[in-house]
């Protein structure tokens, strides 16, 4: 790749994007946190209510992870 620019330096044109001086300020906690939050905590407590762990060998639950979509 660098030597395409280099052999192709003098004719390199570069295009300005439009809106790049308006931004959304970056955030810790970004306003999607809480949903995902919520989701990850209700996916957790589905699988601890339907699936029962001691009960299940490694290959089947395995399985059985790989299949949730």
């Known amino acids: 790749v660098l ?7 003098d ?3 570069l295009k300005l994007q439009d809106g790049l001086d308006q931004f ?3 955030s810790e906690q970004p ?3 809480a949903f ?3 989701l990850v905590r209700s996916i ?3 699988v601890r209510k339907n699936v029962s762990l ?3 060998s490694q290959d089947v639950l395995l399985k059985e ?3 949730i979509s």
């Open 36 to 38: 995902f939050k919520e």
């Open 11 to 13: 004719t390199l044109t």
């Open 65 to 67: 992870f790989s299949t």
């Open 3 to 9: 030597e395409v620019v280099r052999s192709n330096y």
């Open 24 to 26: 959304e300020r970056y």
């Open 31 to 33: 306003k999607e946190a």
């Open 44 to 46: 957790s407590l589905n």
């Open 54 to 56: 001691n009960t299940l």
